[in-house]
């Protein structure tokens, strides 16, 4: 907005700067304070409930038993269903140059 300032002072170009500088003011405002308030308002955001499901789980993880032991491999048994390979998808080549 400050760059159109010295236009304000030509006598043909002086009306499109306050334009400009005016148009940019209110797209700021627009964007950084009327858009996160009206998308907080319409799906009901509130200020600290996303901290308090990320403490829940915090508290969830630190409240485990200590003393249980902990697999090497990093799973408690191996899996107990199979799992049936997918169709195969078809990748199209480009061709070299």
């Keep these: ?31 950084l304070v009327f858009l996160p ?12 409930a996303a901290t308090a499901g990320a403490e829940q789980l915090i508290h969830s993880y630190i409240s485990l038993d200590a003393s249980a032991p902990v697999p090497i491999s990093g799973l408690a048994e191996p899996p107990s269903q199979t799992v049936e390979p997918t169709a195969a998808i078809a990748i199209p080549q480009c061709a070299a140059e």
């Design 37 to 48: 308030a009206l998308y907080a308002i319409w799906f009901g955001v509130r200020p600290g």
């Design 1 to 31: 907005m400050l760059a159109f300032i010295p236009l304000t002072q030509s006598v043909f170009w002086g009306s499109m700067a306050y334009t400009l500088i005016g148009g940019t003011a209110v797209g700021t405002v627009l964007i």
